[in-house]
C-alpha cells in the first residue's frame, strides 16, 4: 500500500521535469530606430522559430493584451532575423516604445512581455529615402546590391 501512494508523487516529479526541460526563452529583442521615420524590432532566426509577433505602443504603457497600437504576425525571417518594420511612425529621443514579442517555436508559442526601450539621442540609423543614387534605392538579391527599383 506504502509504494501505491508514491506513485502520484513520483508522476507529479516526473510531469514537473518533463514540463520545464520543454520550455524556451524568447530572445532578447533587438529595437532599431529609422530616419527620418520608422522602427524595426528583431529577434535572431533559430532553428524551430515557424512566427515572430509583435505587438506595440509609445509613450503610453499596454493595460492588456489586446491594447496596443501595433499587432503584427512576422511569417518568415530574413537575413537571419525575425523583424518587424514599421516605415511609418517617428520616434523621437525621448520616446518610449512598450511592447511585447511572441515566438513560436516547435509549434508552441512562447511570450516576453513587459519589454520596454527608451529612445536616446543616438539610437537613429539613417535611411536615405531619396536615395544617394539618383532616387533609386538598392535592394539585395541573392547577396548582390542591384538598383532596380525607382523611388518617385
Keep these: 500500500m506504502a509504494q ?3 506513485l502520484p508523487v513520483y508522476l507529479l516529479l516526473v510531469a ?3 514540463g520545464s526541460s520543454l520550455s524556451y526563452d524568447v530572445p532578447k529583442a533587438t529595437v532599431k530606430v529609422n530616419s527620418p521615420k520608422g522602427f524595426e524590432v528583431s529577434i535572431p532566426d533559430e532553428p524551430g522559430i515557424s512566427l515572430f509577433a509583435f505587438h506595440g505602443k509609445v509613450n503610453e504603457e499596454m ?3 489586446s491594447d496596443q497600437t501595433w499587432a503584427t504576425d512576422v511569417v518568415s525571417s530574413r537575413n537571419g532575423r525575425w523583424t518587424y518594420r ?3 511612425h517617428q520616434l523621437k529621443p525621448g520616446d518610449v516604445l512598450y511592447y511585447w514579442t511572441t515566438a513560436r ?3 508552441v508559442d512562447y511570450h516576453n512581455y513587459n519589454q520596454r526601450h527608451v529612445v536616446d539621442q543616438g539610437d537613429s540609423q539613417r535611411i536615405d529615402v531619396n536615395g ?3 532616387g533609386r534605392q538598392p535592394i539585395v538579391a541573392n547577396g548582390h546590391n542591384t538598383f ?4 518617385q
Design 63 to 65: 493595460d492588456d493584451l
Design 148 to 151: 532596380n527599383i525607382f523611388v
Design 86 to 88: 514599421n516605415r511609418n
Design 4 to 6: 501505491n501512494s508514491k
Design 16 to 18: 514537473i521535469s518533463v
Design 105 to 107: 517555436y516547435h509549434g
Design 132 to 134: 544617394s543614387n539618383g
